[in-house]
């Protein structure tokens, strides 16, 4: 952290309408991650939202008191230069994107999911290019900067800039954060009377010790069969006797794999009566930049809570606090398995609990693996590394065993057909497969 | 070997239509593999099949004019009684059980296979008790002897064998020499100017190296769309852009897992059209039994070759002989993993190129394992360890446990019901599943 | 910790000189270590040492005003059942022992150190045993207590705890301590601001990360030839070029492997000018014990510190607390390995870096393990490895195999000669050997 | 083997005294290896041997009758050009440098040996750089050539070459053969009914495993205290309770390891007494190259066999045929590790059993790795991974600490003056060490 005069830090997908809680919370730190610039970046075709959540960003500042420089940019190696932290939110493609993703799938009887199976392949398609582009910056411009990636699929972009850069890059997510946190509710004690032990990839964990105060509270976790249950994924309950046997309790998005028929028709009916998710989704946002527009509003508001993305501010804020101030806490993150996960390769990402250190995090070794879930892991993480080559190679050929192996794609058939379609229905964004 | 008046060897099941195949093997290579004895043993049930068979036996081996001496017995304990070679090949329940495990999965919309997906996993539940059994049997009386498993699923209860006893156990199945066989014949090579690198598990390989007079033929052998079908599998070409960028020549029974919906359609259809295939094979049965009374066939009629278990005969026979004579020749078994495949356990039983020395198997290392076949050896394994944990214990929660992590069945909804009624049609042959 | 009481500590081996650096601690940090019951425990023949000693702990304990009883007995079984932390500092054989271990090498021209080499090898011989007794007390009597083990060598009695009782053990040394004492003052930082990675043993680790708030000092620790070493071991200076590029700051004890000959002239000298050093130990123990028994002395005396154990009050109050408190802060630990030194075996005992839990220790994994080291700790872990296991069986062939793979020892022939000589001279503490 | 018309062999080296074992080799395999043409390679100031011991090799040919083409050449890109198989057998340094080898550490107490210790490391940084000088001419001329590396220390030197260039290149010692012969003898059976399997490195083995039709001759092979010893290592019988319990028969060459001390004082005596051995061993060459002249010597002559290289041929032209025949039979042979020592790096040389396919040696996985052994094979492959690394690099530093950690060197200090002493004496053969 070469900057003694306060540190600086860059947002980029500054725009977002999710930047207001991330401007919270390094206000709220500020005593413990001393900023001094903020740089808030995005692209032209995101000018005017950037302007309109940067100027609240402004205000939310300045009424701080704090003395926090806030610079709106489109000059993303202008801000990048000399950043001592830089995160990333991004979606390559917008909404309608994201619409496709979630759609095209339930066509052929498959999930449509942003960030797993067909519709998080494509999503890892359009979006791998563009983070190891920034990275090239990042090499260039600020080598010594640490990238905070929330970017989705997290753990799929992270595991591309391990392997492809040189950066030093950390995936992100909510979800452990608000596993914590309902614990601690639960049982009204401080988090850092918790100790959750977090075992497998982003998106697809299972939580193999829950200890409170030292005491095991793992079955009576697994007894509890409407379990953890975020507000953006249907609820289905889980089988009793399937939960208390399986090891862990389950990430909420591994019911895509466990119940597979009864999401799918839930996403199937919800299509035919609510419309695309992705459309609602875009009205929320339209809201929410209405709201930003008021040039008397000077803090984040209340109807930003509702939109699903908890905890991301305080999982950045954490995490760049800790790694500024080398507190050698624990928090759950994605990182290089490096032996953590024997049966993975030591460059694939995982989801797993660190010490942060000043240099960066030490992940722990995990001290149970239930072998029910080894196999899923290792079948996505199959998936995974194969799309992953595809997004840098733009090889057809690799983005069909891909799919193929993806376990909610269930034949050689339906991969070939979908990734037909969705490729084609993506072609504005994915320049690597359709070069002449 | 103690025995130096020639070797004594034992079928377990030896009433199976099958064992005209052995002795012809036996007869065969008598030079090679000096048997004294051969001792047919089967069940009280099973009496007169074995007598059958058995008497069909002694004809062939006196026109050989060896001097074999052929015993048929239902006492197990004074066949097995310092035996040098023993081999099982049985059905636990017999072909009605199996004319269930092939049905009852379609009526939930999963794949109905004798070794594989939820009817592997019933036949592995009647099975590997019994083998266990056995096992203690040989371990009192015949500690040296070497058992060669056929029993399907193979590779499950050579795995539950080397987990549980001490019996030198390997196990065994004709696809290996059916494929070297094959690419014999294609060349017009001698099989020994052959090598296949078989990557996997039994029933779940993948060839990642054939070479045939030391030159590389896998690329021609990926573009064969056809591919190396055998005739009790439906016929359903591959993808040629998916096999060829697949990395190995899949094993047939890949058919199941990345062509589920085409394969799972002809099995629906063909019990529609065919009635239950067990009943087919039930008549072929009863046919070849007819024929084996006849007083004056004294040789292996040629109605045995359509059965569908061409080569059987050869493998056991060939690996007796490597083992006796210690020939330290290359064969593809069922052993334990130690190593090989690095993300398995030492104890999980692989399908491997393996040195036969005069003290067993040594396994070859694999030179290639595509990034493509990982997740699922990784998943069905995953599968087959829960299950084989379940056959041994009884244990409700691990049989479900088991079948929901099978990549064939779609849900802990579906894996739930068809265990519950699998079970219960199953009652007969499960006593730890049943005990009050 | 289920004494909502308090605290029950024992100490094994009470009667020690250096009881009175433990009670101080204890007072210290009451606070945060709610010690309600400490029991001071001690063999027959140690009985006055035990009262002198535990006298002096009453009078400190009184004029802390804390409400602590504290007990002494030789009765081991009362003073563990129930217990919460066991710590253990005993000397089987006593000073006497340590003398001959210390010089009956020298006239062979080998090392005599007290806790490696041949005396080392001694000294484990009549501890294991003792230890593993105790632990079958703790095992049932107090299940669920932490063992912290002092007992020198540390690492080997830690690991044979480890592999023949399920007792919760740790080792634990002073050195890891030490070091980042003397950095915290060199750079004139907190501790907690000093990240110091440990790499390897017990007495045997190199240290080859020392970030100073985030900066990179191993260069400049690696140039300093005087290097950091403890007062009890002669001060020879290392070689400039060796150390700059051995990758890691090695231990003190190091200086006998890297250093054999003059560190041998050194001991063989001292013997020649000061006599055998464990008499004058002797010497400084009667003065302490002198002092101890003046009944107007409440407080640990000056002249204890001279004494050389610096820290070990402190290292244990330390893990106390944290493992009480769950503190999640990082300690230098001898562990099991688990896959942390990839090239040594799961059980294998290692120092190294912890976040310690409520529920224990998790190792941290290494991120630079120099190629340089590697042989070194591998050749003395074969060593430890054949010891332990002579130690349990009496085993005089694994007893040779371990002296003679020690890589202080030049050749089965002396190996052959010390170790009778040394085991005759053991005798009476080693009745495994001397069995009839 | 493109060439259809026959194999193109060369050997580098080929004015050594050993040719014309191997060209007699060549001779009686014929049938099974069909070389069409013979090159023998050498630098220029080897002319008058290459001349003379080629003309001798023309005349043997000329007398077999075959049609061979033998080349006499000091041109080796024209030599290695299309060349099928190579092999090298190099000194460089002459034999002066191996007296200096062997004679500078006993100076300083240090065993003096040509291919382990100092001058087994003086010896790898005089010849790594040339040979992998000459593999930069096999990648560019014969990239699908096989290279037999006789050169020693050879698996120092094949190391090297796996981990710097693309040749295929095989290690290959006559010690193995040399065992099996023995026991061939011993139990009067053929040398393909013996299984031994052999654990560690080149020049650094034991044998863990000794089947003699099938039957387990261990026990037997360590209770026999003059063990097996060739001809060039002075005998020193081993200590029986030390054999019997080490768990595999000791490669003569651990006697410089385990008797350190009498070993030393032999070679202390021996120089003495008889001078340098290189000395003794210049004139027994000198007089073979007396016989060779002799225009009607057309065969090998008798006296080569004292010269103590027996089998040497023989190992060569066996691994020869079966690369070009693809025999499957096993060898031991010195490659890449991959796994099969479970603790050194998968990049380490090994020696180990091997199938040799036509596309090369597959290593066997090892049955048994006593403990005892561990450490020992870590120590040395620490000292030569260090080598290796100073070899190629120049640097001093890497050099000092490969020394100084090479189990015979006592400490820094002597490693320290014995690497100045001994690199000063090899100047003129270490250009990366010296450059300005």
Same mark, same amino acid.
């Given at each position: 952290?070469?900057?003694?005069?306060?540190?600086?830090?860059?947002?980029?997908?500054?725009?977002?309408?999710?930047?207001?809680?991330?401007?919270?919370?390094?206000?709220?730190?500020?005593?413990?991650?001393?900023?001094?610039?903020?740089?808030?970046?995005?692209?032209?075709?995101?000018?005017?939202?950037?302007?309109?959540?940067?100027?609240?960003?402004?205000?939310?500042?300045?009424?701080?008191?704090?003395?926090?420089?806030?610079?709106?940019?489109?000059?993303?190696?202008?801000?990048?230069?000399?950043?001592?932290?830089?995160?990333?939110?991004?979606?390559?493609?917008?909404?309608?994107?994201?619409?496709?993703?979630?759609?095209?799938?339930?066509?052929?009887?498959?999930?449509?999911?942003?960030?797993?199976?067909?519709?998080?392949?494509?999503?890892?398609?359009?979006?791998?290019?563009?983070?190891?582009?920034?990275?090239?910056?990042?090499?260039?411009?600020?080598?010594? $900067? &640490?990238?905070?990636? +929330?970017?989705?699929?997290? %753990?799929? /972009?992270?595991?591309?800039? *391990? !392997? @492809?850069?040189?950066?030093?890059?950390?995936?992100?997510?909510?979800?452990?954060?608000?596993?914590?946190?309902?614990?601690?509710?639960?049982?009204?004690?401080?988090?850092?009377?918790?100790?959750?032990?977090?075992?497998?990839?982003?998106?697809?964990?299972?939580?193999?010790?829950?200890?409170?105060?030292?005491?095991?509270?793992?079955?009576?976790?697994?007894?509890?069969?409407?379990?953890?249950?975020?507000?953006?994924?249907?609820?289905? $309950? &889980?089988?009793?006797? +399937?939960?208390?046997?399986? %090891?862990? /309790?389950?990430?909420?998005? *591994? !019911? @895509?794999?466990?119940?597979?028929?009864?999401?799918?028709?839930?996403?199937?009916?919800?299509?035919?009566?609510?419309?695309?998710?992705?459309?609602?989704?875009?009205?929320?946002?339209?809201?929410?930049?209405?709201?930003?527009?008021?040039?008397?509003?000077?803090?984040?508001?209340?109807?930003?809570?509702?939109?699903?993305?908890?905890?991301?501010?305080?999982?950045?804020?954490?995490?760049?606090?800790?790694?500024?101030?080398?507190?050698?806490?624990?928090?759950?993150?994605?990182?290089?398995?490096? %032996?953590?996960?024997?049966?993975?390769?030591?460059?694939?990402?995982?989801?797993?609990?660190?010490?942060?250190?000043?240099?960066?995090?030490?992940?722990?070794?995990?001290?149970?693996?239930?072998?029910?879930?080894?196999?899923?892991?290792?079948?996505?993480?199959?998936?995974?590394?194969?799309?992953?080559?595809?997004?840098?190679?733009?090889?057809?050929?690799?983005?069909?065993?891909?799919?193929?192996?993806?376990?909610?794609?269930?034949?050689?058939?339906?991969?070939?057909?979908?990734?037909?379609?969705?490729?084609?229905?993506?072609?504005?964004?994915?320049?690597?497969?359709?070069?002449?």
């Amino acid at each position: 952290m070469p900057n003694n005069k306060g540190l600086k830090i860059v947002v980029i997908g500054g725009g977002s309408s999710y930047t207001p809680e991330l401007v919270e919370g390094f206000i709220r730190f500020h005593a413990e991650l001393p900023i001094r610039e903020l740089w808030l970046v995005d692209i032209e075709a995101g000018l005017h939202k950037l302007n309109t959540v940067g100027n609240l960003a402004k205000r939310m500042v300045e009424r701080s008191g704090l003395s926090i420089d806030v610079y709106l940019t489109t000059d993303r190696r202008k801000a990048i230069e000399g950043a001592d932290f830089i995160s990333t939110q991004m979606r390559v493609g917008m909404l309608e994107a994201r619409g496709r993703d979630e759609t095209i799938p339930l066509k052929y009887g498959v999930i449509g999911q942003e960030t797993t199976g067909p519709g998080g392949m494509m999503k890892a398609l359009r979006t791998i290019p563009v983070l190891l582009d920034i990275c090239r910056d990042i090499e260039e411009l600020a080598p010594e $900067a &640490w990238l905070l990636n +929330f970017t989705n699929p997290a %753990g799929m /972009v992270t595991e591309a800039i *391990l !392997k @492809y850069t040189n950066v030093r890059s950390i995936g992100l997510c909510n979800a452990p954060i608000g596993f914590i946190k309902q614990i601690s509710k639960q049982y009204e004690v401080e988090p850092d009377r918790i100790y959750a032990e977090f075992v497998g990839l982003n998106h697809l964990h299972w939580i193999t010790r829950v200890d409170v105060n030292g005491e095991d509270k793992l079955p009576e976790q697994l007894s509890d069969k409407d379990g953890f249950t975020a507000s953006n994924v249907p609820q289905q $309950a &889980w089988d009793p006797r +399937f939960l208390r046997s399986l %090891g862990g /309790v389950p990430s909420y998005y *591994l !019911k @895509y794999f466990y119940m597979t028929d009864a999401m799918l028709a839930d996403q199937q009916q919800s299509l035919l009566r609510d419309g695309n998710r992705a459309v609602v989704v875009k009205q929320v946002e339209d809201e929410l930049f209405k709201l930003y527009e008021d040039p008397d509003l000077n803090e984040k508001p209340k109807q930003l809570e509702k939109r699903g993305g908890a905890f991301y501010s305080e999982a950045a804020v954490n995490l760049m606090k800790s790694l500024y101030n080398g507190t050698n806490d624990i928090q759950t993150l994605n990182v290089a398995n490096r %032996g953590i996960i024997d049966f993975l390769p030591d460059n694939a990402c995982i989801e797993v609990n660190c010490v942060v250190t000043k240099n960066g995090p030490l992940p722990l070794p995990l001290t149970k693996v239930p072998t029910q879930v080894k196999g899923l892991i290792h079948a996505v993480k199959t998936y995974e590394q194969l799309a992953i080559e595809a997004a840098v190679t733009g090889n057809r050929d690799l983005a069909l065993q891909a799919m193929t192996h993806h376990p909610l794609v269930p034949s050689v058939h339906v991969a070939s057909q979908l990734l037909d379609e969705m490729l084609e229905a993506n072609r504005a964004y994915l320049p690597l497969f359709f070069q002449d």
